[in-house]
C-alpha cells in the first residue's frame, strides 16, 4: 500500500508543499519511497511523471528485497474481536 505522510510547507521562489510517500507492507513495516511536490498556490502536482516514475521504481526496489508474505497460520483468540451479529460465528 503506498500513502502520504504530512506534508511539509516549503518556502522558496515557488512555495511548495513536500509530500512524503511511504509504502506499507503488513509484516514488514513502512519504508519512505520518495516524495511529490505539490505548488503550494494552484495545487498542481510538479513534475509529476518524473516523480510518480521514481516512486514507482523504489517502492519494487523496496518490495523486490522483502521476503514473501506468510499469513499468520493462528491468530491467538484474546487478539480477535468479539462476535458480532455481522461476523460469521468463528469455528
Request: proline residues 9%; positive net charge; hydrophobic residues 50%.
Amino acid at each position: 500500500m503506498l500513502a502520504a505522510a504530512t506534508p511539509e510547507l516549503v518556502f522558496g521562489a515557488r512555495p511548495i508543499w513536500r509530500v512524503p510517500v511511504w509504502i506499507g507492507f503488513l509484516q514488514q513495516g513502512r519504508y519512505t519511497v520518495g516524495a511529490l511536490d505539490v505548488d503550494a498556490q494552484s495545487g498542481a502536482l510538479i513534475e509529476r511523471e518524473q516523480g510518480v516514475a521514481a516512486i514507482r521504481a523504489r517502492a519494487r526496489q523496496i518490495a523486490g528485497t522483502l521476503p514473501a508474505y506468510r499469513p499468520i497460520a493462528q491468530v491467538a483468540a484474546e487478539v480477535l474481536a468479539p462476535p458480532n451479529r455481522f461476523c460469521l460465528p468463528r469455528k
